[in-house]
Every structure is written in structure tokens, then in C-alpha cells.
């Protein structure tokens, strides 16, 4: 059986596509070394929470994700980030290649609300791979699936993530609202004569904490 290793070398911003995205520079050897045609391989990549710390405006802005800190012994479980797949061509023993791991800046996605709460120090991934290895013996085609244990651990720079965002939503982000919610906001937008968005929201956002402090 074909005994493979997965090493997660660097990653950075995707270029050029049609919407965010990471690119992680993958290391996969051959470790039983043989010779390797082709291979489908496919990547369920995970956010683990608990492989770091959080300051306070951290377990602030994770509230919504996790609850209160005091519960995080619970609630503080692994977040599902994105399912990938890959075509990896002929090699033998090592090839180095790319995986792109798709963003989203939906903050109703779990591993969004996450990715956007880190601003910085490192965000602990895990990778699990899966798939279909396609190789060659004695001139006959062999197929055979990926070992279920296959993993690979990486420790994402969190300004990675922003800077994939910001190629897109530079300074900003975006959320999904009922239609019938953004009506009344348009129309609270004019009784107030808010020029922007940002401005209505930040007039509700006021009014509520004045009631607050009343």
C-alpha cells in the first residue's frame, strides 16, 4: 500500500481568482517509494480553536461563536473551514504543490466568524486528507485509496486571511440581510439623511447605547 506525507510549507494570498481564497504550498511524499501516476486528492480543512490563546478583545469579538468564556471548556470545538480538491500530476518520491482553500466574508459561516474575529498571531489548521491514488507495477495501472489517516497541521499567519480579504473587500466586509430589514433601514436612512450605510448602522448603534446607559 502507498504510504504517503503531507506537509503544509507556506501560505498566502490567492491571485488572479473570482473570489477569495488561500493558497497553501503543499509538500507530498511518497514515503513507501514507489511511483505515483496520478492522484485525486481532497482536503477537509479545520480551524482548532483550542491550539492557541485569546486576549480579551478576542473572546469578545468570538462571543457569538463560542458563548462566554466561562463556558469555552464546552463550546470551544473545532470549526470546519472548507472542503478542497486537487489533481496531482506524475512524480516520484516528492512533489511540491498548490491547494486553494476558498474564503468567504458570510459572517452567518461559522469558520468566518472566526477567521475575522483573529487579527493576529497564528490560527492552528489541521488538514485531512482523503482520495484516490492512481499507480504503476509492472506495467499495469493500480488504484487505491488514500490512508484515512492522512493529516497535516499548519499554523496560519491570521493577516494571511485579511490581507485574501481585502483584495476583495478592502477595509470593509459585507452582510446578508432580509429584504423587508433593509427597506426600513433605507427608509431610517432618509428621515436621518445618512449618506452611507456605515452611517445609518452607526446612528442605530448609537441610539442603542444611549438607551442602554439611561
Not at 28 to 37: A, F, K, M, T
Request: hydrophobic share 45%.
Amino acid at each position: 500500500m502507498t504510504m504517503l506525507a503531507v506537509t503544509v510549507l507556506e501560505a498566502r494570498p490567492s491571485a488572479q481568482t473570482a473570489a477569495p481564497a488561500i493558497t497553501f504550498r503543499l509538500r507530498i511524499e511518497d514515503v513507501s517509494g514507489g511511483s505515483i501516476r496520478a492522484m485525486l486528492l481532497r482536503a477537509q480543512t479545520r480551524i482548532e480553536p483550542r491550539g492557541r490563546r485569546y486576549t480579551k478583545d478576542e473572546q469578545r469579538r468570538l462571543y457569538e461563536l463560542f458563548g462566554d468564556v466561562s463556558q469555552w471548556d464546552r463550546t470551544l470545538r473545532g470549526v470546519t473551514w472548507a472542503h478542497s480538491a486537487l489533481v496531482v500530476p506524475s512524480f516520484e518520491r516528492r512533489i511540491d504543490i498548490d491547494l486553494q482553500v476558498s474564503c468567504t466574508y458570510d459572517l452567518e459561516v461559522a469558520s468566518a466568524k472566526y477567521l475575522h474575529a483573529i487579527r493576529d498571531g497564528e490560527i492552528p489548521l489541521s488538514f485531512l486528507f482523503s482520495g484516490t491514488i492512481f499507480t504503476e507495477a509492472e506495467q499495469n495501472l493500480s488504484v487505491e485509496p488514500i490512508s484515512w489517516d492522512l493529516e497535516a497541521s499548519y499554523r496560519l499567519p491570521a493577516p494571511v486571511w485579511h490581507a485574501a480579504m481585502d483584495q476583495f473587500f478592502p477595509g470593509g466586509g459585507w452582510l446578508r440581510l432580509r429584504q423587508d430589514t433593509i427597506d426600513r433601514l433605507q427608509a431610517f436612512r432618509g428621515r436621518h439623511a445618512a449618506v452611507t450605510w456605515d452611517q445609518a448602522i452607526d446612528l442605530l448603534l448609537q441610539h442603542a447605547v444611549s438607551e442602554e446607559t439611561v
